[in-house]
């Protein structure tokens, strides 16, 4: 059942560009995203790599038909982790990993199975992304929300106490992999 998930078509998560910008050698977009419902699952005091790959096992067989409908409802795309910097820039050790309910399911979501998994609704917001590639880990989110920090400077407003970590493909895509870091606009 995951693995109908994982190897059929994945649904983007529906936004539209606002802008673009590059600065030091950084391109990042301003998007807005439309809310809706959302499976997460917290997961605490695991480092963040441990921590998302729990959560995003959970989530997968959520929509592999681990719910009280036994219906598999494909992929979605990004798997989304809300990360927490400490003071420092590293992540504390508190991920929420979460996933936008594929289109036909958001009218009625199916209730998880796994009662770790909670079902969000959330309103739509505005994002400053950046993208890089490969198999991202905790470094390479740490370090590219720095560089879209800097790029950004002072005047854009944004939330500090969060970001986004965001994984577009499935592990046995070894080539053209899709990340992205978001920071929330305020």
Do not use: H
């Amino acid at each position: 059942m995951i693995k109908n998930s994982l190897l059929s078509t994945v649904e983007p998560w529906p936004y539209r560009v606002l802008s673009k910008g590059e600065k030091e050698q950084l391109s990042y977009e301003e998007r807005a995203l439309e809310g809706g419902w959302f499976a997460a699952v917290e997961v605490v005091g695991k480092p963040f790599d441990e921590a998302s790959k729990e959560g995003v096992l959970k989530l997968l067989k959520y929509v592999g038909g681990t719910n009280d409908k036994g219906v598999g409802m494909g992929m979605t795309a990004p798997v989304s982790i809300t990360a927490f910097p400490a003071e420092d820039g590293s992540l504390q050790q508190n991920v929420k990993v979460s996933l936008r309910i594929p289109s036909q399911f958001q009218a009625s979501p199916p209730c998880p199975s796994d009662e770790s998994i909670k079902i969000e609704e959330r309103q739509g917001m505005t994002i400053y992304s950046t993208q890089f590639g490969g198999y991202a880990k905790e470094t390479d989110y740490v370090n590219y929300a720095a560089k879209l920090k800097s790029a950004l400077g002072s005047d854009a407003a944004y939330r500090k106490d969060f970001y986004f970590c965001n994984g577009y493909d499935p592990p046995m895509k070894p080539y053209g992999r899709r990340n992205e870091v978001w920071f929330v606009k305020e």
